[in-house]
């Protein structure tokens, strides 16, 4: 079966830096994303990457700030986070869609979600 687990969530200071990773078993998959929900908030979507890693889309909050990356032979997804400041503070979760997939979904399977609180 299908699984996705993050990691590497934590509390770190403002202007601080965290990687997450996204570890995935059980399938590949062409198209995968980073997304984060705070309290008392929608879900909103982070990151995009593409099999290749050639294509990739960020929120225009956080351009400039994280960096998706891949690697395809240990089958893992990550999100290099830089510059953290305190509207970061969410909890991340990887999500994975087949061929097709595309920023805005479909995205087939979810992690659990790791918590990232930066403190200001």
């Known amino acids: 079966q299908v699984r996705l687990v993050e990691s590497g969530g934590g509390l770190v200071q403002a202007g601080g830096s965290l990687r997450l990773t996204c570890a995935v078993s059980g399938g590949t998959f062409n198209g995968m994303a980073w997304f984060r929900q705070a309290p008392g908030k929608e879900r909103e979507f982070v990151a995009f990457?593409?099999?290749?890693?050639?294509?990739?889309a960020y929120r225009e909050s956080v351009k400039g700030r994280f960096t998706i990356s891949r690697d395809n032979a240990k089958n893992t997804l990550y999100l290099q986070m830089n510059s953290l400041k305190s509207e970061d503070t969410a909890v991340y979760y990887c999500?994975?869609?087949?061929?097709?997939?595309?920023?805005?979904?479909?995205?087939?399977?979810w992690g659990h979600g790791t918590q990232v609180t930066v403190s200001s």
């Open positions: 999500a994975a869609g087949r061929a097709g997939v595309t920023t805005s979904g479909p995205y087939n399977y």
């Open positions: 990457i593409d099999w290749s890693g050639a294509n990739t």
